[in-house]
Structures are given as structure tokens and as C-alpha cells.
């Protein structure tokens, strides 16, 4: 029975770490910020941010070929439009970090945006702030260093 006990504990221990290393959390809500009016935005499908405590500090990988598309002003030219459907937020660099009177913790961090499929490769430099209280992960605002006029908002949620 002590083996048992044993052999339980360390499945939960390894089960805990695994999960505080990986988070796939899916977009609830969006907004875009164009000529300083916030609108809802309307995608096609669910756009999902994956976060790992192994990368950097402030990195994700998104999916949804909607958002990314329209966040990348559909510049790149692929030869594979599969191409857009996940994105790489890569090299972040922590900017600032505040936190509001409800405790949420905003830190912002510029990095560069991967898109790479087996012959395509497009990058552009973003600007990303996550949006978290207690650990958890409320939301991301995000948009193009070189173009703040059109800002993306998410609230989202972890998958259960």
C-alpha cells in the first residue's frame, strides 16, 4: 500500500509540473481599435494563444488564420496560405510592467511575430501586453510596433 502512495503522489507531482508548462487558452471575446473607436471583432473559427513556461517570458504561438491575416494586413505573400493559420510571438523583450487598482498585472513585451511554413517565411515586430490576476491568464491586447492606429483585444479563457 506505501508503494501505492508513493507511486501516487509522484503521478501527481508530474501531472502538476506538466500543467503549470503548457496553457492553451481560447479567445472568449475580441475587439479591434481602429481611429480610437473599440468594436467587436468578428472571426471565423476560435483563436487560440498556447503558452509554455519552457520559452521565453511573454512568448505564445496563435492560431487562426482570420486573425492573423487581418493582424498582418495580409502583406505576406505565401505560397501556402495554410501559411497563416499559427504565428510564433518569438524574442520577446519585457517593456513595462503595471498593475491596475483590481490587481491585474499588465506586462508588455515587443517581440517578433513568426510565420513559417516549409517554404514560406514572413516576420513582422509586435507588441504584446498579457493581462493576468493570481496566475491566471484574463487577456492579451496586441498590435503591429509600426502601426498602434489598429490595436486587437482578447478576453480569454483556459480550456478545461
Do not use: C
Amino acid at each position: 500500500m506505501k508503494h501505492y502512495y508513493t507511486l501516487f503522489l509522484l503521478l501527481f507531482f508530474v501531472s502538476v509540473n506538466y500543467a503549470q508548462q503548457a496553457q492553451t487558452l481560447i479567445v472568449d471575446k475580441a475587439w479591434v481599435n481602429e481611429a480610437e473607436e473599440w468594436s467587436d471583432f468578428k472571426f471565423s473559427g476560435q483563436i487560440v494563444f498556447n503558452t509554455s513556461t519552457t520559452n521565453e517570458e511573454g512568448s505564445l504561438r496563435i492560431g487562426n488564420y482570420d486573425f492573423l491575416y487581418d493582424f498582418a494586413e495580409g502583406k505576406a505573400k505565401f505560397a501556402n496560405k495554410a501559411t497563416y493559420s499559427t504565428a510564433e510571438f518569438s524574442h520577446p523583450r519585457k517593456v513595462s510592467v503595471t498593475t491596475d487598482k483590481q490587481g491585474v498585472v499588465n506586462s508588455t513585451y515587443e517581440g517578433t511575430l513568426i510565420f513559417q511554413g516549409d517554404r514560406d517565411y514572413y516576420s513582422v515586430i509586435a507588441v504584446v501586453t498579457l493581462l493576468e490576476k493570481g496566475g491566471t491568464m484574463l487577456g492579451v491586447k496586441m498590435h503591429l510596433k509600426d502601426n498602434a492606429q489598429k490595436e486587437y483585444a482578447f478576453s480569454i479563457k483556459p480550456t478545461s
